[in-house]
């Protein structure tokens, strides 16, 4: 089946520290993988995706990779803010004749400190 | 801006007292999906449309019902809340069955009392 394993939280790093969140996925076919933001008491906001091995997504300087070959999409970031505090959910589109449904990681709290 | 919405933000109801989320969207988009979001744990799919035709997910609990009366406009009927049910209840849509994006409104965040 479809799964989506992310590495536990939470992470707390100070202000413009290097940010890696591990996430790695289990999927028949090739699935659509994303990275979406959660913040406090709000919905789910789109960071980034990637539709295709060795695609990379990149959006408010967070960048992921699409890595087939070791079934991963770990999220970084070189310099990450105060601001960019938040849960952050790795996730697959698990394909058409599953209405291209969303499959979430179980998400990791990110807490960054001045 | 064409965005989701979902209404209301915040619902307060009682154990067994029935409660309708509502979604509409201004994108036109044939796919609506709603999720259950479960205190610090990921959304886990319901069901969705894809027009009119409903999918319901083999382990969604019987006392969760949808309907989508038109494309802009879906709910989510609870028959009767239990304790347990209380979430954040997230409406997304998606522009077809080829399209793996998902546009989210803000959630419903439910209390059950």
């Known amino acids: 089946g479809n799964s989506v394993t992310q590495m536990e939280g939470p992470v707390t790093l100070s202000e413009e520290a290097f940010l890696t969140i591990n996430c790695t996925y289990t999927?028949?076919?090739?699935?659509?993988l994303f990275w979406y933001v959660q913040y406090p008491g709000e919905g789910l906001q789109l960071l980034l995706k990637?539709?295709?091995?060795?695609d990379k997504g990149s959006n408010k300087g967070f960048e992921a990779t699409y890595r087939k070959e070791t079934t991963s999409f770990h999220l970084e970031k070189g310099s990450v803010q105060v601001s960019d505090s938040a849960v952050y959910f790795c996730?697959?589109?698990?394909?058409?004749?599953?209405?291209?449904?969303?499959?979430f990681g179980a998400g990791t709290i990110l807490r960054v400190k001045s | 801006d064409a965005m989701v919405i979902q209404n209301p933000r915040y619902q307060v109801t009682q154990f067994g007292k029935p409660v309708t989320l509502s979604c509409s969207q201004t994108?036109?988009?044939?796919?609506m999906y709603w999720y259950q979001q479960k205190s610090s744990q990921a959304p886990k799919l319901l069901f969705h449309?894809?027009?009119?035709?409903?999918?319901n997910e083999a382990d969604t609990p019987d006392n969760f019902q949808s309907r989508r009366p038109n494309t802009s406009f879906c709910f989510l009927d609870i028959r009767s809340p239990g304790l347990g049910d209380a979430a954040m209840y997230l409406c997304?849509?998606?522009?077809?069955?080829?399209?793996?994006?998902?546009?989210f409104g803000s959630g419903t965040r439910l209390t059950v009392v």
């Open positions: 997304a849509t998606s522009s077809g069955l080829t399209s793996t994006r998902h546009t």
């Open positions: 999927a028949t076919g090739y699935p659509s």
């Open positions: 990637a539709t295709k091995a060795d």
């Open positions: 996730a697959l589109s698990a394909g058409r004749e599953y209405g291209n449904k969303l499959v």
């Open positions: 994108l036109n988009h044939n796919v």
């Open positions: 449309y894809y027009d009119k035709d409903f999918n």
